[in-house]
C-alpha cells in the first residue's frame, strides 16, 4: 500500500546536538511539506518543497534545515539553533489536484 | 494571507447529541477547505474537503460541513456524536496555485461524554 513513513516514531536528543527526521513517501507526489505541532497552536509550517532539489521556508523554518535529493524523500534537520525543538513533527505529502496524505509523526524530545 | 480560525478550543458534547466545530476562514481567493481529525499520537485523517463543486460536502463517518461564503465559514456538524468521535479537529485551508501548503487553524479537542 502506498503512504508516507516517518522514522522514528519517538526520539529523544540532547541538547545542542543536530537531529535528522526522516520522511518516506511511495505514492509519487510531486510535493511534500513538514508541520511541527504543539498543543493549542495546530500545525505550523517549517518546509515545503514542490519538487525535487527545490524547498521552501515554511512560517517556522529558523533552526531547520531540509534537502529533497530524491521525489520520494524529505529528511528534516533540527539544529541546535532551533531553541525550543520539542514538539511532535509530521511530514505530508500531496498531488497536483489537492489530495494531501499525512505520515503517523515522530515526536522529539530534548532532554 | 490566508488562515483558519477556530473557535473553542474545547468542545463536549454528550453522546447522540449534534456535533458543532466552528471553522471561518479568510483569503483572498477562492479557498479550498479541509477538515482533518487527529486521534493520539498519529497523523491526520481527512474528513472532508471542499473544492466548490458543491457548498454542502458530505465526509466520512457522518461528518458534514457547509460552505457560506457570505459568512466565511466552513462548520463542520454531525447529528449524533458517537463516543469514537473523540478526537482533536482541524480545518484547513489552501489556494489553489502558488503556495499550496495547508493553513490549519489552532484544533478543537471534541469530548464525547457517555
Known amino acids: 500500500d502506498g503512504g508516507i513513513t516517518q522514522s522514528p516514531k519517538y526520539l529523544f536528543r540532547k541538547e545542542g546536538q543536530n537531529v535528522t527526521l526522516s520522511c518516506e513517501q511511495n505514492?509519487?507526489?510531486?510535493?511534500m511539506y513538514w508541520y511541527r505541532q504543539d498543543p493549542g497552536q495546530g500545525l505550523r509550517l517549517i518546509y515545503y518543497?514542490?519538487?525535487?532539489?527545490?524547498?521552501q521556508k515554511g512560517d517556522i523554518a529558523e533552526g531547520y534545515s531540509v534537502s529533497r535529493e530524491k521525489k520520494e524523500s524529505f529528511p528534516l534537520t533540527v539544529t541546535s539553533a532551533q531553541k525550543n525543538p520539542t514538539a511532535f513533527y509530521l511530514c505530508?505529502?500531496?498531488?497536483?489536484?489537492?489530495?494531501?496524505?499525512f505520515g503517523s509523526g515522530t515526536r522529539l524530545t530534548v532532554v | 494571507a490566508q488562515s483558519v480560525t477556530q473557535l473553542g478550543s474545547h468542545v463536549s458534547v454528550s453522546e447522540g447529541a449534534l456535533v458543532l466545530l466552528r471553522c471561518n476562514y479568510s483569503?483572498?481567493?477562492?479557498?479550498?477547505l479541509f477538515w482533518y481529525v487527529q486521534y493520539p499520537n498519529q497523523g491526520l485523517q481527512l474528513l472532508l474537503k471542499?473544492?466548490?463543486?458543491?457548498?454542502l460536502v458530505k465526509g466520512i463517518n457522518g461528518f458534514e460541513a457547509e460552505f457560506k461564503k457570505s459568512e466565511t465559514s466552513f462548520h463542520l456538524t454531525k447529528p449524533s456524536a458517537h463516543m469514537s468521535d473523540a478526537a482533536e479537529y482541524f480545518c484547513?485551508?489552501?489556494?489553489?496555485?502558488?503556495?499550496?501548503?495547508?493553513?490549519f487553524g489552532s484544533g478543537t479537542r471534541l469530548q464525547v461524554q457517555p
Open positions: 505530508a505529502s500531496s498531488t497536483q489536484q489537492g489530495s494531501y496524505t
Open positions: 505514492l509519487n507526489h510531486d510535493a
Open positions: 518543497s514542490q519538487i525535487v532539489n527545490d524547498f
Open positions: 483569503s483572498s481567493v477562492p479557498p479550498y
Open positions: 471542499y473544492t466548490s463543486a458543491a457548498t
Open positions: 484547513a485551508v489552501t489556494k489553489d496555485t502558488g503556495r499550496r501548503a495547508l493553513t
